[in-house]
């Protein structure tokens, strides 16, 4: 497995920004990814980028708002998060897998963070 440590959760204020960080280590994985767990609500997929073509994949709830980007050099993975809304409190995992994971199938990923707190609120 993919070791995976998150970083960058806080508070925030609605409208506001935080980045998120998800350093990687071990064995080595073809996708890499952001999910999230609201209060009472499913798991539910944020965003992925391929490390083989850069392709990148967001849930529409997040789309404009949220980037995906990677540093090779660091083998670390970074969540913008801007425009935040109250709905976007949640914990946030950083998630690694194969060629074929995806944010729309949960148990397509092999590696799991132990996640990061992120809330907005006034």
């Known amino acids: 497995q993919v070791q995976l440590v998150e970083s960058g959760g806080g508070l925030v204020q609605p409208g506001g920004s935080l980045m998120l960080s998800c350093a990687a280590s071990?064995?080595?994985?073809?996708?890499i990814g952001w999910f999230r767990q609201a209060p009472d609500k499913e798991r539910e997929g944020v965003s992925s980028i391929s490390s083989r073509d850069g392709s990148t994949y967001y849930a529409d709830s997040v789309k404009g708002r949220f980037a995906i980007s990677r540093d090779h050099a660091k083998n670390t993975v970074y969540l913008q998060m801007n425009s935040l809304k109250p709905e976007d409190t949640a914990v946030y995992y950083c998630v690694a897998g194969g060629l074929l994971a995806t944010i729309y199938i949960e148990s397509s990923w092999n590696s799991w963070g132990q996640g990061t707190q992120v809330t907005v609120s006034s």
């Open positions: 071990g064995m080595d994985y073809s996708t």
